[in-house]
């Protein structure tokens, strides 16, 4: 049996390789030979900095469905290079984490949300909803159309089923907030910005929008 030393001396070397080459093909062969995703994300929470870049590229590329969340824990890592590839990482295997044909339908979803097309993209949503009741990427879509239609209340429950499936989805708990602001929800609002900021320390836009409801939070009491 190949110690772990070894098999970390592969890891990184593979890595190093990587970054000159950047064939990630290769890198995805090379680590797919020697590790499993469990040790990878055993190294991506263990491993010095080097072998947690490493790990959580390699995760992004063989990861399955229980490499979220360990990829979703290493976006607070101490090391910003590994919280930025465990966000790539994270975010690539949240619209993969489903059937190729329900990743296919999800596709045709965001293309028309990220046009604006809300009411057209709704059904579509809502049958993938129904389809793939565990793709929380479905459920964070479909609160995109409800939210671009204006109906808070049904877009802050769509989050919430995201965020039921995927706790580290921390664009849902900031769409979250911001629907809750539109209720007037002011306190959970903060709360959700909390935690997504307490996820991805680096997202400014949410420390912006934690700072401004504060602000109103403050007026509101005199």
Known sequence: MTSPLVRTTRLATAYRRLLSSADAPRYAAEVDEHYSPMTLATLLRRGDVELRR????????????RSIDPLGRALSDVDRGVRLVADDSFRGLLLRDAA??????????????DGGEFAAALAPAM???????????AHFQLASCWHGLEDYP?????????????????????????????CGEYLAASKSLERCIDIVPDLESA???????????????V
Request: aromatic fraction near 8%; glycine fraction near 4%; proline fraction near 2%.
């Open 100 to 113: 190729p044909t329900h990743h296919q339908q999800l596709l045709k979803v965001m293309h028309l949300t």
């Open 127 to 137: 049958i993938l909803v129904e389809q793939a009741p565990m793709y929380a990427e």
């Open 154 to 182: 049904k877009a802050s429950q769509a989050y919430v089923g995201c965020l039921w499936r995927c706790r580290f989805h921390y664009t849902a708990w900031q769409g979250l907030a911001r629907c809750q602001i539109m």
């Open 207 to 221: 420390r912006v929008q934690l700072r401004m409801l504060r602000r109103r939070m403050r007026r509101s009491d």
């Open 54 to 65: 490493a790990a959580a590229m390699a995760l992004g590329l063989l990861g399955n469905s």
